[in-house]
C-alpha cells in the first residue's frame, strides 16, 4: 500500500507521467539493451522491441497500475500482477533483473521529465515501482519453489509431428531424469529456440495434452514472426528444444459452476485442454465452447474438440465460421447476444485482443460478472479491463 505522501504525489503527477511515457520507454527500452544485450537473448520478445509494441505495452502497464494503486485498488492490482508473474516465471526472469530494470527505468524518467521529475516525485514512483515488484517477486518465488524442480529450463525431444493446414502439432519427451512438473489443464510453457539472427527468443503455447507430465503445443505459423517460422518449417523429430516449467493462472479449477469457453482461431488451444482434461474425467458439469474461425478447414483443433465435447453429457458447442460453414453453424463474427450463458459461468476467453474486448462487453451487457471473465492474451499485454 503507498503511503498517503507518495499516493498524493502519484496522483498528481499522473497526468504528467502518462503524457510523456511514450517518450519515456522507448528511452528506457534503448539504454537498458545497450547496457544488457543479453536481454534480447531469450528473455525479451525482439519482434515486440523492434515493432513498438513492447513499449506499448510496459506503458500501459505500469500506468494502469499506478493509478490503481493510488485508488487503493489493490485487487485489480493483484490480479494483473499475478498475470505478470506467470508470464515473468515462465520466461526464467530472475530477482536482480528487477534492479536493472528500475536503474534504466528512472534514468529515462529523469531524461524525459527533467526537473520536473524532482525527489519527492522520484520517492513516490520508486514506492510504486518497488511496491509492485515486491509482490511480483513474492509470487514468482512460490511460482518457481511449486516446480519438480529447480531448473527453469530443460531440454525436450520432439517425438511427434503433425501438420494441419498453417499449423503443426509438436509433442515432446524430457531428454534427461529431471524431474517433470504436472500442469494443470490450461497452464502454457514457454519454447525457446535458436532464430535465423543467431539469437534464442521464447514464446508462449498452451499444452493442448491437458494436465499431468505430456506435453503437446499447437503452433499457428506467423510469416512476420521469428519464432514459429521454425518450429512450423525446420524442427523435426529427433531434435531438442528448451521447454519451461508449466505456468499460467486461467485454467480448469474444480467447481460445480457452469463453464464457457469462448475463443477464435488458435485461441481455442486453452478450450482443447480443459475440455480434454474433463472429458477423461467423464465430468458432468456444464459446459459451452464458443469458437469462431475463418473456415471449418482452418480449425486445426476441430475434430479433437468437437469429439471431446460430444463425450461430455452437458456439454455444447456453437461455431461461427467466415467462410465453408454450413446450416450447423453462424456465418460471419461471433455473436453472444442471443446465446444463453448463464450468470453464475466461469468464463474462460481466448483470442485476438478486439474478439476479447466484444466477447467481455457481450458478456457484461448480459449480466455476467467481470470477476467471472477469465482471460489469456499471447504477445503483449495491452488489455487492463475492469475487474468490477
Excluded at 529523469?110 to 526537473?115: K, N, Q, T, Y
Excluded at 534427461?176 to 535465423?196: F, H, I, K
Aim: proline fraction near 5%; aromatic fraction near 10%; charge should be negative.
Amino acid at each position: 500500500m503507498l503511503s498517503a505522501t507518495s499516493r498524493s504525489a502519484v496522483v498528481a503527477s499522473l497526468p504528467l507521467v502518462r503524457s510523456k511515457i511514450e517518450q519515456i520507454t522507448p528511452i528506457f527500452y534503448e539504454r537498458m539493451f545497450t547496457a544488457h544485450p543479453e536481454f534480447l537473448d531469450g528473455l525479451f520478445n525482439e519482434a515486440n522491441h523492434k515493432s513498438g509494441i513492447q513499449h506499448s505495452a510496459f506503458a500501459l502497464g505500469f500506468i494502469s497500475m499506478a493509478a490503481r494503486m493510488a485508488e487503493d485498488e489493490n485487487e485489480e492490482v493483484d490480479a494483473m500482477l499475478t498475470r505478470i508473474a506467470h508470464r515473468h516465471t515462465a520466461l526464467g526472469v530472475s530477482a536482480s533483473q528487477y534492479d536493472i530494470v528500475h536503474d534504466h527505468l528512472f534514468e529515462a524518467l529523469e531524461i524525459v521529465l527533467g526537473a520536473e521529475f524532482t525527489p519527492e516525485l522520484r520517492r513516490a514512483w520508486n514506492d510504486v515501482y518497488w511496491l509492485l515488484s515486491n509482490v511480483l517477486l513474492r509470487v514468482e518465488c512460490d511460482l518457481y519453489d511449486a516446480q519438480a524442480s529447480f531448473a527453469r529450463w530443460a531440454f525436450w525431444w520432439v517425438t511427434g509431428r503433425e501438420e494441419h493446414g498453417d499449423t503443426v502439432f509438436l509433442s515432446f519427451e524430457p531428454v534427461t531424469d529431471t524431474p517433470v512438473s504436472l500442469a494443470t489443464p490450461g497452464q502454457y510453457v514457454s519454447v525457446r529456440v535458436a532464430t535465423p539472427s543467431g539469437r534464442k527468443q521464447a514464446r508462449q503455447y498452451t499444452l493442448i495434452s491437458g494436465g499431468g507430465t505430456a506435453r503437446q503445443i499447437a503452433v499457428r505459423r506467423n510469416d512476420a514472426g521469428l519464432v514459429s517460422p521454425v518450429l512450423n518449417d525446420t524442427l523435426a523429430v529427433g531434435d531438442m528444444v528448451e521447454l519451461s516449467n508449466p505456468y499460467g493462472n486461467v485454467v480448469l479449477t474444480p467447481s460445480d459452476a457452469p463453464l464457457a469457453l469462448i475463443t477464435a482461431g488458435i485461441g481455442a488451444t486453452p478450450t482443447a485442454a480443459i475440455v480434454r482434461a474433463l472429458a477423461e474425467a467423464g465430468s458432468d458439469r456444464q459446459v459451452q465452447v464458443f469458437h469462431a474461425d475463418r473456415s471449418p478447414a482452418h480449425w486445426a483443433l476441430r475434430e479433437r474438440i468437437t469429439e471431446d465435447v460430444h463425450s461430455l453429457p452437458n456439454a455444447t458447442l456453437e461455431l461461427w465460421f467466415q467462410e465453408g460453414g454450413d446450416s450447423s453453424n453462424f456465418t460471419g463474427d461471433m455473436d453472444l447476444t442471443f446465446m444463453d450463458i448463464p450468470r453464475d459461468a466461469e468464463v474462460v476467453l481466448c483470442g485476438p485482443l478486439p474478439f476479447m474486448q466484444m466477447a467481455r462487453g457481450q458478456l457484461i451487457d448480459q449480466g455476467v460478472p467481470a470477476r467471472q471473465i477469465h482471460y489469456e492474451m499471447f504477445g503483449p499485454d495491452l488489455w487492463y479491463p475492469e475487474r468490477g
